[in-house]
Nanobody, 125 residues
Framework: VQLQASGGGLVQAGGSLRLSCAAAGRIDSDYVMGWFRQAPGREREFVAVLRWNNGGTYYADGLKGRFTISRDRAKNTVYLQMNSLKPEDTAVYYC???????????????????WGQGTQITVSS
């Protein structure tokens, strides 16, 4: 599946942004769709993931409550709503997809077979 992320930009601390990730191609029911981010000089880290079949969601510690992952099945699109943004949220955000992923692998970038191109989020203080 091919992924196209959009919605990045510059925002002040405390602001909100919504990222979109449109998938071209079939998304089977056993897929998970996730978001990761990578700040300069740091490893890519897990943000959130959603099970395509039932909409179940999982978040990195500390992000639940500020970030919400959701989907529109008709549009084959996954969203990441980010509220109360902080300067430390500044990073390139990537969407990713994988099939038949077990829970313990959700947070591992190497488990995902498809990646979007990344979109920059910059939060100014």
């Amino acid at each position: 599946v091919q992924l196209q992320a959009s919605g990045g930009g510059l925002v002040q601390a405390g602001g909100s942004l919504r990222l979109s990730c449109a998938a071209a191609g079939r998304i089977d029911s056993d897929y998970v769709m996730g978001w990761f981010r990578q700040a300069p000089g740091r490893e890519r880290e897990f943000v959130a993931v959603l099970r395509w079949n039932n909409g179940g969601t999982y978040y990195a510690d500390g992000l639940k409550g500020r970030f919400t992952i959701s989907r529109d099945r008709a549009k084959n699109t996954v969203y990441l709503q980010m509220n109360s943004l902080k300067p430390e949220d500044t990073a390139v955000y990537y969407c990713a997809a994988a099939s038949r992923l077990i829970y313990s692998s959700f947070g591992q970038p190497s488990s995902y077979s498809s990646w979007g191109q990344g979109t920059q989020i910059t939060v100014s203080s």
